[in-house]
């Protein structure tokens, strides 16, 4: 069923309003894979705040005409899922762990900060660190010099009060003696 040429505005408008916002997007062909494993990559990638979706090529490329991904152009070929996320570590991940459970899903091409991306460059991106880890590592490394301030600001007074009390178990004996 072909779009009519208001839908086709609505759809190169929302998609152009997706990758506005969007670090990083991948493309991959998804010949052979059936709707149920589409839905459940759609699935995968949403709880991970990934945008997965299947646009017509000369819709798509109206979609990254003039913005970051505009090198993407040439790559709009055959049956592609165009993948995007605030979070470049986000979408290389999504992308990747479907397509080692997927042979069929095979990844085309990245972009990133209006560089192109290969499949090697994607899967380099998907080890990293995601966003959330990253967060996590950085609280951890700021909160660590205040948590040893905290410890050795409590030993000295914790130490006086052990002593006081080792005098104090000491005194009776000798006073009994």
């Known amino acids: 069923m072909s779009l009519n040429i208001e839908q ?17 997007a991948v493309l991959a062909e998804y010949r052979g894979l059936t709707v149920a494993q589409i839905t459940q990559l759609r699935g995968a990638a949403r709880s991970a705040g990934v945008d997965v979706r299947v646009v017509k090529n000369t819709l798509a490329k109206r979609c990254v005409a003039e913005s970051s991904f505009e090198c993407l152009t040439d790559h709009f070929v055959g049956p592609l899922l165009m993948s995007s996320s605030e979070d470049p570590v986000a979408v290389a991940k999504v992308v990747s762990n479907f397509a080692k459970d997927h042979d069929q899903l095979k990844i085309m091409v990245g972009a990133m900060n209006g560089d192109l991306l290969d499949e090697a460059a994607i899967k380099a991106l998907a080890k990293l660190p995601g966003r959330d880890e990253l967060l996590a590592t950085l609280v951890g490394t700021m909160a660590a010099p205040m948590t040893k301030l905290v410890q050795t600001l409590n030993a000295i007074p914790s130490q006086f009060v052990r002593t006081l009390a080792a005098v104090r178990d000491a005194r009776p004996e000798e006073q009994a003696a």
């Open 8 to 24: 086709k505005k609505a759809v190169v408008g929302e998609v152009t309003q997706v990758l506005a916002v969007a670090q990083a």
